[in-house]
């Protein structure tokens, strides 16, 4: 690549660290500054805000066309930097030694940027194929700015054919990863005093029995490993991340509240897992009812992204080989919204510059040649589409 398109890379990524989209504030600003660069190109974008307001999502358009094409997708909120402990302001980008430290240079405002200095080549390339971006608000925190996208993109039927996710991945192409999806169980049931539990709704112990259950599905997950899964582990998980509840030895506990997660290798392990939690928890209230009315369980979806499921006909797979010259392809333990735009038909990769080893840590950087190396597939579109047209 150019040193001096690598240079307007690294301008503009200076710019993106600057802007302190962490999840819990806005992105406004970063979404503005996004949008007036994708205009000047000449795409045609649409900000769209976020229902409850103050954080938005891009979609954009470059070429003439708004079905088909290629999607490059990437979120604009970043992890907290409280409690970490940063060498240098996290907001203030810093290069030292090839590398670019600064909160969000891998995850993933480093894609972003690449992104925006390639916006020459990428209007060369929407000659062949429209080349769309979406970018988003909230992922962090449970893909919720995707997860609004996506639904808008399904009533405006807004189809690109194939999406690049480019979360850090060392440049490496990964075809596979599980979904995440989280939930917050409340126990309500009734206090009193410790020496006469039975006439009580101890909310702890139905807790502890909801929380049986969940372990005993685990185990039943493993036994529906798919053949030749790749994953690891290669079935479906289930982990019990917190369990909060009571206020003494001798009081009974009238609240309880249980967080768990699972990791589903495909979406009919997601809804057993749901139909099985289902059932314990009509269950489990109906022997609560039995004591006293008053009780109940209240289960609350965090967030529920599917995971991006490997196929055996890939044309985003095959279309980053090409231009990255890249053999293989990869599965991950972590996700990304990449299953969400899978859901809309599309086919889906994962491949972006910087490392997940890096991310969400004290003194995260991307590397000059990362960013290098990300800026050339981009470079490489032109051709590549126009091969295919």
Same mark, same amino acid.
């Given at each position: 690549?150019?040193?001096?398109?690598?240079? &307007?890379?690294?301008?503009?990524?200076e710019?993106?660290i600057a802007?302190?989209?962490?999840s819990t504030?806005?992105?406004?600003?970063?979404?503005?500054?996004?949008?007036?660069?994708?205009?000047?190109?000449?795409?045609?974008?649409?900000?769209? =805000?976020?229902?409850?307001?103050?954080?938005?999502?891009?979609?954009?358009?470059?070429?003439?066309?708004?079905?088909?094409?290629? #999607?490059?997708?990437? @979120? =604009?909120?970043?992890?907290?930097?409280?409690d970490?402990?940063?060498?240098?302001d996290?907001?203030?980008?810093?290069?030292?030694?090839?590398?670019?430290?600064?909160?969000?240079?891998c995850?993933?405002?480093?894609?972003?940027?690449?992104?925006?200095?390639?916006?020459?080549?990428?209007?060369?390339?929407s000659?062949?194929?429209?080349?769309?971006?979406?970018?988003?608000h909230d992922?962090?925190?449970?893909?919720?700015?995707?997860?609004?996208?996506?639904?808008? /993109?399904?009533?405006?039927?807004?189809?690109?054919r194939?999406?690049?996710?480019?979360?850090?991945?060392? /440049?490496?192409?990964?075809?596979?990863?599980?979904?995440?999806?989280?939930?917050?169980?409340?126990?309500?049931?009734?206090?009193? &005093?410790?020496?006469?539990?039975?006439?009580?709704?101890?909310?702890?112990?139905?807790?502890?029995?909801?929380?049986?259950?969940? *372990?005993?599905?685990?185990?039943?997950?493993?036994?529906?490993?798919?053949e030749?899964?790749?994953?690891?582990?290669?079935w479906?998980?289930?982990?019990?991340?917190? #369990?909060h509840?009571g206020?003494?030895?001798?009081?009974?506990?009238?609240?309880?509240? #249980?967080?768990?997660?699972?990791?589903?290798?495909?979406?009919?392990d997601?809804n057993?897992?749901?139909?099985?939690?289902?059932?314990?928890?009509?269950?489990?209230?109906?022997?609560? @009812?039995?004591?006293?009315?008053?009780?109940?369980?209240?289960?609350?979806?965090?967030?529920? +992204?599917?995971?991006?499921?490997p196929?055996?006909?890939?044309?985003?797979?095959? #279309?980053?080989?090409?231009?990255?010259?890249?053999?293989?392809? %990869?599965?991950?333990?972590?996700? +990304?919204?990449?299953?969400?735009?899978?859901?809309?038909?599309? %086919?889906?990769?994962?491949?972006?510059?910087?490392?997940?080893?890096?991310?969400h840590?004290?003194?995260?950087?991307?590397? *000059?040649?990362?960013?290098?190396?990300?800026?050339?597939?981009?470079?490489?579109?032109?051709r590549?589409?126009?091969?295919?047209?």
């Open positions: 690549m150019t040193p001096a398109r690598l240079d &307007h890379c690294k301008e503009i990524l710019r993106l802007f302190e989209t962490v504030d806005s992105n406004f600003e970063m979404i503005h500054y996004l949008a007036g660069l994708l205009t000047e190109s000449g795409a045609t974008v649409d900000v769209m =805000t976020s229902p409850e307001g103050g954080k938005a999502n891009i979609f954009a358009t470059l070429g003439e066309s708004r079905q088909g094409g290629l #999607l490059l997708s990437g @979120h =604009t909120d970043v992890v907290p930097v409280e970490q402990a940063w060498s240098s996290p907001f203030k980008m810093v290069e030292k030694d090839d590398r670019l430290y600064g909160r969000g240079t995850d993933m405002k480093g894609f972003i940027a690449a992104c925006m200095a390639s916006l020459d080549v990428l209007k060369d390339a000659q062949y194929q429209p080349i769309h971006f979406a970018f988003t992922e962090e925190v449970g893909c919720l700015g995707a997860h609004t996208l996506v639904q808008e /993109m399904r009533e405006r039927d807004l189809r690109p194939l999406a690049i996710v480019g979360e850090p991945t060392s /440049m490496r192409i990964i075809e596979g990863h599980k979904g995440c999806c989280e939930y917050t169980v409340t126990f309500s049931g009734t206090d009193g &005093h410790g020496s006469r539990p039975e006439i009580e709704v101890n909310a702890v112990e139905y807790a502890t029995q909801y929380v049986t259950r969940l *372990l005993e599905v685990r185990k039943e997950l493993e036994a529906r490993a798919p030749g899964s790749q994953f690891v582990p290669p479906s998980t289930i982990n019990v991340g917190a #369990l509840g206020s003494a030895h001798n009081v009974i506990a009238s609240k309880a509240t #249980l967080e768990w997660e699972t990791r589903p290798v495909n979406m009919a997601l057993y897992v749901k139909d099985e939690m289902a059932a314990c928890q009509n269950a489990l209230i109906d022997r609560m @009812h039995s004591v006293s009315s008053k009780a109940d369980i209240h289960l609350e979806i965090i967030g529920e +992204t599917p995971g991006l499921e196929m055996k006909n890939n044309e985003a797979r095959d #279309l980053v080989s090409t231009l990255t010259g890249a053999n293989g392809s %990869d599965l991950v333990p972590f996700g +990304t919204e990449a299953g969400l735009f899978q859901g809309l038909g599309m %086919d889906v990769v994962v491949c972006g510059p910087g490392s997940i080893e890096q991310a840590k004290a003194d995260e950087f991307v590397s *000059l040649e990362q960013l290098d190396l990300c800026l050339d597939m981009l470079a490489r579109l032109p590549a589409l126009a091969a295919s047209a």
